[in-house]
């Protein structure tokens, strides 16, 4: 029995009935709908499954299909593989991501992109791997993509991985379109003209590629059995020694000269495969050394902290190594006069490391000297306005320092005043008044002067409506900076880790509890303003950086 997985795009979903025992076809598919179309000429597909039907497939189809729809399909393709089965091939379109856990087609549909939505929702490559891992030598895996957004979520990136592929198992890789077109070519295609018909549809080949890939070919092959003799032993103990001598090199040279030795080799189309690739990776050599050191995730993020500390934008510090990463190494690579490759060695790793102590030390040094002058300005600007009890004074001294020495102390005095007052009022003004500091907006304190021209509240009033005026845009800046904050992710550990190291530098963010109350905005403040960062008291990449990086991320 030859067993087919098949996946392509439309706005519904359809299962074959059961067919005589032949070939099996699962559809699965989350590509644009217009795509059946083109491809088709109509919307139902009908014509493609009857294609392979008439080649004796019974075709199972699920299409736009959310997470339990891929899961059921795929389970359902995978239950009917038994002793028949002669080789499987399996086509996916839709948009892939890969992250730490492997490589995912997302479900159609989905909303709001994060790392765990990926992992819990998006359908397992590994699962096709295993699948096509039974049938080396007769496994076909089709992967169009459709382009998603490059701005990824913390974990998940568009950079897809394929040192994982299984041996003897053939993948093709192009736009989901070039995906399409293949697989409609695919129902009249046999062992001689499938690969050839994935090279025309501009599909790029990886894995096991052989000459002849013996799918779809309407009939059973039986090779002649041959009783090897000595001689041919002797040949296949040598090539086998030879390709595991080339392997082991991982160079053109030590390819070329497997090929040279055993140009029809056991080998010989994986060798000319690796050849591709390395003639095709003008930095391979540099690569395979970054390979060979294994780095760990916790490894990986070091080094984006390290390029952030030195001012080069890793688009993250997740411990995956995407396009923001790799662009920061090259750049840091340039700046060094190093080969820019993006891939870094052992060597460039610790030079790396040691540019970002140093730098590390000396922002740390410039905070102390920042922190000592904003401290002796503080106090001078206090003696001269808070200091002396008066409203004004208060007030003057908290425009200018909000979160400053005295602030908590000039705040509370405020509030004396506040409530005096309050208790003083009559009671419409009071009730106005409480009225416009529930709203605390403008408009608010604006309509309560219009109001009470003459009430017990004008001069708060007036200070808030000028705080208004001065900060709009500050205003916005917490709104980008509480979003900032929210896709960090930082569980309540690393919020405590974080409010532990601002203790320690003794800007005093309250009870350690991992709850950002105001004490520990006011604190995030105070660190922000004596590194030169941005003031929003909320935590963003930089801040995290320059605060802990190495550990709240983890």
Known sequence: MKRLAFSISAALVLASPGLAQSSDLLIIGNSAPGMVQRLTGSGDLARLRSAFEERGAEVSLATGADADAMRSAFRAFADGLDATTDDVGIVLTGQFVSTIAGTYLLPAGMERLSLAAVVADGFPL??????????????????????????????????????????GVTLAIGPSGNAARFADRLSDATGEDVLPLAREAGLSLLGFVPRELPLFAGTDITLPQISPDRNTQAREAADLAAWEKAVSANTEAGYDTYLAAFPEGQNAAEARQRLTAIRSEPFFREKQAEEDLALSRDARREIQRDLSLLGYNTRGIDGIFGRGTRGAVTAWQNANTLPASGYLDADQIARLDAQAERRAAELEEEARQRQAQLERQDRTF???????????????????????????????????????????????????????????????????????????????????????????????????AQADEAALGL????????????????????????????????????????RNLRVSGYLDQATVVRLMADTILR
């Open 382 to 480: 206090w003696s001269e306005t808070g200091a002396r009890g008066d409203e004004a004074g208060f007030r003057a001294y908290l425009k200018r320092f909000p979160d400053g020495i005295y602030a908590e102390e000039a705040q509370g005095r405020l509030d004396a005043i506040e409530e005096r007052r309050r208790s003083q009022a009559e009671g419409e003004d009071r009730r106005r008044w409480q009225i416009a500091r529930q709203t605390d907006t403008e408009a608010g304190y604006r309509a309560y002067l219009a109001e009470r021209p003459t009430g017990a509240f004008v001069e708060e009033a007036r200070a808030r409506i000028e705080y208004f005026q001065n900060n709009a845009e500050q205003i916005a800046l917490q709104e980008r």
């Open 126 to 167: 590994d699962a096709v791997y295993a699948v096509a891992a039974e049938y080396p030598g007769r496994a076909l895996i089709v992967l169009g993509e459709v382009e998603g957004e490059d701005d990824m979520p913390a974990g998940v990136s568009v950079d897809l991985p394929f040192q994982d592929i299984p041996q």
């Open 491 to 530: 569980n309540d550990t690393a919020r405590r880790l974080a409010e532990a190291r601002l203790a320690e530098l003794g800007l005093q963010p309250g009870a350690v509890d991992g709850t950002f109350d105001e004490e520990a905005r006011r604190a995030i403040r105070r660190y922000q303003d004596a």
